[in-house]
Protein backbone atom coordinates (compact mmCIF):
# COMPACT_ATOMS: atom_id res chain seq x y z
CA UNK A 1 0.00 0.00 0.00
CA UNK A 2 1.45 3.28 -1.01
CA UNK A 3 1.84 5.59 1.73
CA UNK A 4 2.94 9.19 1.13
CA UNK A 5 3.32 11.36 4.94
CA UNK A 6 4.42 14.82 4.72
CA UNK A 7 6.38 16.59 7.89
CA UNK A 8 8.42 19.65 8.68
CA UNK A 9 4.96 22.16 8.30
CA UNK A 10 4.60 25.16 11.00
CA UNK A 11 4.44 28.75 11.62
CA UNK A 12 7.24 31.18 10.61
CA UNK A 13 7.56 34.65 10.14
CA UNK A 14 8.13 36.64 6.44
CA UNK A 15 11.49 36.22 5.01
CA UNK A 16 12.31 33.08 6.73
CA UNK A 17 12.58 29.14 6.12
CA UNK A 18 11.05 26.06 6.55
CA UNK A 19 12.17 22.45 5.04
CA UNK A 20 9.26 19.89 4.25
CA UNK A 21 9.83 16.27 3.90
CA UNK A 22 7.69 13.64 2.35
CA UNK A 23 8.66 10.00 3.16
CA UNK A 24 7.14 7.80 0.68
CA UNK A 25 6.60 3.89 1.11
CA UNK A 26 4.60 1.06 -0.31
CA UNK A 27 6.16 0.59 -3.94
CA UNK A 28 9.46 1.32 -5.63
CA UNK A 29 9.52 5.17 -6.73
CA UNK A 30 12.22 5.12 -9.32
CA UNK A 31 10.01 5.43 -12.60
CA UNK A 32 8.13 8.27 -10.51
CA UNK A 33 7.60 11.87 -10.24
CA UNK A 34 7.38 13.30 -6.83
CA UNK A 35 5.42 16.58 -6.83
CA UNK A 36 4.64 19.00 -4.29
CA UNK A 37 1.15 21.35 -4.51
CA UNK A 38 -0.60 23.34 -1.91
CA UNK A 39 -4.01 24.31 -1.72
CA UNK A 40 -4.82 28.01 0.56
CA UNK A 41 -8.00 28.46 2.17
CA UNK A 42 -10.46 29.57 -0.29
CA UNK A 43 -8.56 28.36 -3.28
CA UNK A 44 -7.67 25.73 -5.44
CA UNK A 45 -5.17 23.30 -5.39
CA UNK A 46 -1.98 24.45 -7.29
CA UNK A 47 1.11 23.06 -8.48
CA UNK A 48 4.61 23.93 -6.48
CA UNK A 49 7.22 21.72 -7.88
CA UNK A 50 7.88 18.31 -8.78
CA UNK A 51 11.21 16.33 -9.30
CA UNK A 52 12.08 12.61 -10.68
CA UNK A 53 12.45 10.52 -7.81
CA UNK A 54 16.00 9.82 -9.32
CA UNK A 55 16.85 13.20 -9.23
CA UNK A 56 16.32 14.75 -12.58
CA UNK A 57 14.12 17.51 -14.05
CA UNK A 58 13.19 19.77 -10.82
CA UNK A 59 10.02 21.94 -12.26
CA UNK A 60 8.81 24.78 -10.06
CA UNK A 61 5.85 26.99 -11.02
CA UNK A 62 6.75 30.35 -11.55
CA UNK A 63 5.76 31.76 -7.97
CA UNK A 64 7.92 29.87 -5.77
CA UNK A 65 10.90 29.69 -8.25
CA UNK A 66 14.13 31.23 -7.03
CA UNK A 67 12.84 30.87 -3.19
CA UNK A 68 11.66 27.12 -2.74
CA UNK A 69 14.39 23.67 -3.82
CA UNK A 70 13.15 20.55 -4.20
CA UNK A 71 15.35 17.34 -4.13
CA UNK A 72 15.64 14.10 -3.52
CA UNK A 73 16.84 11.01 -0.47
CA UNK A 74 16.48 7.98 -2.12
CA UNK A 75 18.28 6.17 0.95
CA UNK A 76 16.02 7.77 3.28
CA UNK A 77 12.69 7.62 0.63
CA UNK A 78 11.80 10.83 1.29
CA UNK A 79 11.53 14.30 -0.93
CA UNK A 80 12.17 17.47 0.63
CA UNK A 81 11.06 21.08 0.08
CA UNK A 82 13.15 23.73 1.32
CA UNK A 83 11.39 26.82 1.06
CA UNK A 84 12.89 30.08 1.53
CA UNK A 85 12.12 34.03 1.53
CA UNK A 86 9.09 32.69 2.44
CA UNK A 87 6.09 35.21 1.93
CA UNK A 88 2.73 35.69 4.13
CA UNK A 89 0.92 34.17 0.44
CA UNK A 90 2.86 31.08 0.72
CA UNK A 91 0.67 30.05 3.68
CA UNK A 92 -1.44 26.87 2.97
CA UNK A 93 -1.78 22.90 3.52
CA UNK A 94 1.04 21.26 1.44
CA UNK A 95 0.38 18.24 0.00
CA UNK A 96 2.90 15.58 -1.38
CA UNK A 97 1.88 13.36 -4.31
CA UNK A 98 3.27 10.76 -6.67
CA UNK A 99 2.77 9.80 -10.41
CA UNK A 100 4.21 7.82 -13.18
CA UNK A 101 6.59 9.04 -15.21
CA UNK A 102 4.40 8.01 -18.12
CA UNK A 103 1.09 9.55 -16.47
CA UNK A 104 -0.68 12.84 -16.33
CA UNK A 105 -2.12 13.23 -13.19
CA UNK A 106 -0.67 12.13 -9.64
CA UNK A 107 -2.41 9.40 -8.08
CA UNK A 108 -1.39 8.95 -4.57
CA UNK A 109 -1.60 11.93 -2.45
CA UNK A 110 -0.09 12.15 1.20
CA UNK A 111 -2.19 14.17 4.03
CA UNK A 112 -0.87 17.36 4.11
CA UNK A 113 0.93 19.59 6.28
CA UNK A 114 -0.11 23.15 7.06
CA UNK A 115 2.41 26.37 6.32
CA UNK A 116 1.70 29.16 7.84
CA UNK A 117 3.59 32.53 7.32
CA UNK A 118 2.91 35.94 9.34
CA UNK A 119 3.33 38.77 8.32
Known amino acids: QVQLVESGGGLVQAGGSLRLSCTASGRTFSSYVMGWFRQAPGKEREFVAS????????YYSNSVKGRFTISGDNAKNTVNLQMDSLKPEDTAVYYCASRHITATKYDYWGQGTQVTVSS
Open 51 to 58: IWWSGANP
